[in-house]
């Protein structure tokens, strides 16, 4: 393999978490006066940490969301998570695969370590990610598409970023690889390919990760 570091975003990636997050996200917006249809969270905000949520409000409208945005936010998240929230298919099988060949891969996601935590106890994916592999946009200053988060995660793992690869499913998420050095391949699942521009390569279903890893 010609990395020595796979970093996975999470929602959409590993958990099919995008749909429930931003019918959530959507949803709540439209109750406080800010009108979003799902299609608009998925285009503003899909691979984003919370506080972008704020900023294009506040620039779109010149106001803030309540202080209590980001708690009641995450607690409808996660009571969609324990209805509903499954693995991305064959999510598990890369991992393995990844486990069974010695190759490090940790985490690197937009979404709060609670959140991260709570949807991979509902999914089982929580006995993949051991301490230490699991990196939140609240561990840097500034979020994707930043390249912060994924220089903090190669930091942490002790890897170089120009020997790492970084596996996402959102146009943020692609410019933060990029910026941060590192190859990334863009899965398609829920976004086109022409959305994920730069990336060494596109896939639409996990099986066709690792012949991409090479």
Known sequence: MRYDLVIF??????VDSEPLANTVLAG????LGHPTSYEDSLRDY???????VHDLVRERTGRSLPADFDATLHARTVDAFARELKPVPGAEDVLGALAA??????????????RIRAGHRVTGLDRWFGEGTVFSSEDVGRGKPAPDLFLHAARSMG???????VVEDSTLGVRAALAAGMDVYGFTAMTPASA????????AAMPELLPLLG
Not at 46 to 52: C, F, L, T
Request: negative net charge.
């Open 46 to 52: 899909m691979g984003s940490a919370v506080h972008r």
């Open 28 to 31: 709540y917006l439209t109750e």
């Open 101 to 114: 060949d010695g190759i490090p891969y940790c985490l690197a996601s937009s979404g709060s370590h609670e």
């Open 159 to 165: 890897t170089e970023p120009g020997r790492c690869v």
């Open 9 to 14: 975003d999470n929602d959409g990636v590993l």
């Open 196 to 203: 994920l521009a730069g990336a060494a390569g596109h896939f």
